[in-house]
């Protein structure tokens, strides 16, 4: 499977913006960035996800680098319930097919 | 909608009994999901079902482990015999997939977990 990498931590302030790296030198033409984060004692939620272009949804936004080896997951007002960990994940046909596989992600901090 | 639910919510048993997870999916969804986490290991896929077909089991760990889905909107995740090890938080996830496209784009929804304690 194409890897992710991510930074094990990051810390952030409330209502600060908050720029969540992923890198994914290995990612193949068909494969779809995917994160989800994780609060605790509960299930993975889906954040965002795109192929080539930026997205942006009611959570956050995606931004991907033009050639597509790296992304950056952007909460644009962190709040303290937006402590989880968050999961970079590549969906596609040469990669995982319809599984989700799971990295360590990054443990966001939010400081009130 | 209420969501995947996942029963029970935590469960406590001795080594060796046969302990049943249970998932329902989101009503519609075709594409069933099951997880289990540990520190250790994090999140791992165990297993996944498409229209109540398993697909890919190769995440089950042994043949103590078995999954069924008898119908669109109930699967179970049964352990027997259980063993401490086993010790995790299990989650069920589904999602809606048509064709190949899409399967990469369809967000998966989990449920809360199943806490299980085996002693």
């Known amino acids: 499977d194409a890897k992710t990498t991510q930074p094990n931590s990051m810390e952030s302030n409330e209502e600060e913006p908050v720029h969540l790296p992923c890198n994914h030198s290995?990612?193949?033409?068909?494969?779809?960035i995917h994160w989800y984060r994780q609060l605790p004692s509960q299930g993975p939620e889906y954040v965002i996800h795109?192929?080539?272009s930026n997205v942006n949804n009611r959570m956050a936004s995606l931004a991907i680098a033009e050639d597509r080896k790296s992304s950056t997951l952007i909460l644009h007002r962190a709040t303290l319930r937006d402590a989880a960990v968050y999961y970079c994940?590549?969906?596609?046909?040469?990669?995982?097919?319809?599984?989700?596989?799971f990295g360590e992600g990054t443990q966001l901090t939010v400081n009130p | 909608d209420a969501g995947v639910i996942q029963s029970p919510r935590h469960e406590v048993t001795e080594m060796g009994q046969e302990v049943t997870l249970r998932c329902k999916p989101i009503?519609?969804?075709?594409?069933l999901f099951w997880y289990r986490q540990t520190m250790m290991r994090g999140l791992e896929l165990l297993i996944y079902?498409?229209?109540?077909?398993?697909?890919?089991d190769s995440g089950m760990p042994e043949d103590r482990f078995s999954a069924k889905m008898p119908n669109a909107s109930f699967s179970t995740l049964k352990i027997q015999p259980s063993e401490p090890r086993d010790s995790a938080v299990y989650f069920c996830?589904?999602?809606?997939?048509?064709?190949?496209?899409?399967?990469?784009?369809?967000?998966?929804?989990f449920g809360n977990g199943t806490r299980l304690t085996v002693t």
């Open positions: 009503s519609g969804h075709n594409s």
């Open positions: 079902f498409n229209n109540n077909v398993p697909i890919d």
């Open positions: 996830a589904s999602s809606l997939t048509g064709d190949t496209l899409s399967s990469y784009n369809s967000p998966l929804h």
């Open positions: 994940i590549l969906r596609g046909e040469e990669t995982s097919g319809s599984r989700l596989t």
């Open positions: 290995t990612i193949s033409g068909t494969d779809y």
């Open positions: 795109g192929l080539t």
